[in-house]
């Protein structure tokens, strides 16, 4: 067997072996593009891997962080859809709300500008505008622990802001599948 073929062969095992590993993490119709993002990723990165004690635990860590990567990228991708979601609804007042996750959605803003002054910056940085909390704590001058801190205390706030003014029924996952508001004068605020 010449050098080639012996390239060959080892590449496709890694390959294969990295497939795998990623289709145990992310759906299988994004499979492809996360194997794309890691190996551009280890390209870009190999002086750092080849100075690594563990090459195969280095490959392995790149790709968790490229996993993670995805769902952060995927989760503002629905935030957004959810805002524009939000806006179309509240232009055409007369339109339903999609479901209920969406309908509560429209209560999210305001409860979350009614909270105090640095819990309501922090959460309308973080979970409405996207931003990481990194970016959020520079554009509020605070350390990254503040800022972690400030989301926290600020999610624990409005969470019980929300189970005051709202029955919330969730399924296995954690995903809102309907609410019943308790008291129409206290929510929204």
Request: proline letters at 2%; a positive charge.
């Amino acid at each position: 067997m010449g050098n080639d073929d012996m390239n060959d062969v080892v590449w496709l095992e890694f390959h294969k072996k990295l497939c795998a590993y990623v289709s145990r993490r992310v759906n299988s119709s994004a499979v492809d593009d996360v194997v794309s993002d890691i190996l551009l990723r280890l390209v870009r990165s190999q002086t750092q891997m080849e100075g690594a004690k563990s090459p195969v635990a280095w490959v392995y860590r790149v790709a968790a962080n490229v996993i993670t990567d995805h769902y952060r990228s995927s989760a503002r991708e629905k935030r957004l859809l959810e805002e524009v979601i939000l806006e179309d609804t509240i232009k055409n007042m007369s339109v339903e709300p999609v479901n209920s996750a969406s309908s509560l959605a429209q209560c999210l803003v305001p409860m979350i500008k009614s909270l105090s002054a640095p819990y309501d910056q922090a959460l309308m940085l973080t979970e409405i505008k996207g931003c990481s909390q990194i970016d959020a704590s520079k554009q509020l001058g605070l350390s990254v622990s503040g800022m972690k801190s400030r989301v926290q205390r600020g999610r624990q706030k409005l969470k019980e802001k929300l189970t005051r003014c709202c029955d919330i029924e969730t399924n296995q996952r954690g995903n809102i599948i309907d609410y019943k508001t308790r008291d129409v004068s206290t929510c929204c605020t």
